[in-house]
T-cell receptor, first 115, second 114 residues
Framework: DSGVTQTPKHLITATGQRVTLRCSPR?????VYWYQQSLDQGLQFLIQ???????AKGNILERFSAQQFPDLHSELNLSSLELGDSALYFC??????????????FGEGSRLTVL | DAKTTQPTSMDCAEGRAANLPCNHS???????VYWYRQIHSQGPQYIIH???NNETNEMASLIITEDRKSSTLILPHATLRDTAVYYC???????????????FGSGTQLTVLP
């Protein structure tokens, strides 16, 4: 158990719909990262938040948005869903010790199926 | 972050050591070598990391060559549960307490055979 909690674990919806994925980081971790993993593209970094502010952005579509709340949990909003958005969505949080690069701890993911 | 090259797949007999190589010839001085693994459809799991020196923890050992251009992850006594995709990632140090994201490549599919 990494300590990172993601809900829901599974989600089935239709094209054109909107969904929200939720992530609770490990206690005390300030950074939250979102990743997408589809069958043909591997693990793709979407976005990072640090203490409520966007810190880095990867290959995140304009139809997707995220935020990190004052209690440090994060939500990833996916709108106008397309079949190609079907994927596993992982959240991670990180701890940094001193000058090291920091480990990321991943949740078990949310599996989104768009029909 | 520096690019890494790993073999696509490897097999290992159960109970034997699994040695997973990684090339990172363009690594710079402030970049760390990280290893993660992903067991089928589960979240990636941190294994070990290092900068210059060899490292060992309860899961594995990391051997980094003196020129830092390659490394080897060693699982000393592989079990069937070690079957997974193993990712070697090179990454710069954190900035202002915020760790950089990990950039995953294709990794090495390790299959531990009974």
């Amino acid at each position: 158990d990494s300590g990172v909690t993601q809900t829901p674990k599974h989600l089935i919806t239709a094209t054109g719909q909107r969904v929200t994925l939720r992530c609770s980081p490990r206690s005390g971790d300030l950074s939250v990262y979102w990743y997408q993993q589809s069958l043909d593209q591997g693990l793709q970094f979407l976005i990072q938040y640090y203490n409520g502010e966007e810190r880095a952005k990867g290959n995140i579509l304009e139809r997707f948005s995220a935020q990190q709340f004052p209690d440090l949990h994060s939500e990833l909003n996916l709108s106008s869903l397309e079949l190609g958005d079907s994927a596993l969505y992982f959240c991670a949080s990180s701890v940094v010790r001193g000058r090291e690069a920091g480990e990321l701890f991943f949740g078990e993911g949310s599996r989104l199926t768009v029909l | 972050d520096a690019k890494t090259t790993q073999p696509t797949s490897m097999d290992c007999a159960e109970g034997r050591a699994a040695n997973l190589p990684c090339n990172h010839s363009t690594i710079s001085g402030n970049e760390y070598v990280y290893w993660y693994r992903q067991i089928h459809s589960q979240g990636p799991q941190y294994i070990i990391h290092g900068l210059k020196n060899n490292e060992t923890n309860e899961m594995a050992s990391l051997i980094i060559t003196e020129d830092r251009k390659s490394s080897t992850l060693i699982l000393p006594h592989a079990t069937l549960r070690d079957t997974a995709v193993y990712y070697c990632i090179v990454r710069v140090a954190a900035v202002f307490g915020s760790a950089r994201q990990l950039t995953f490549g294709s990794g090495t599919q390790l299959t531990v055979l009974p």
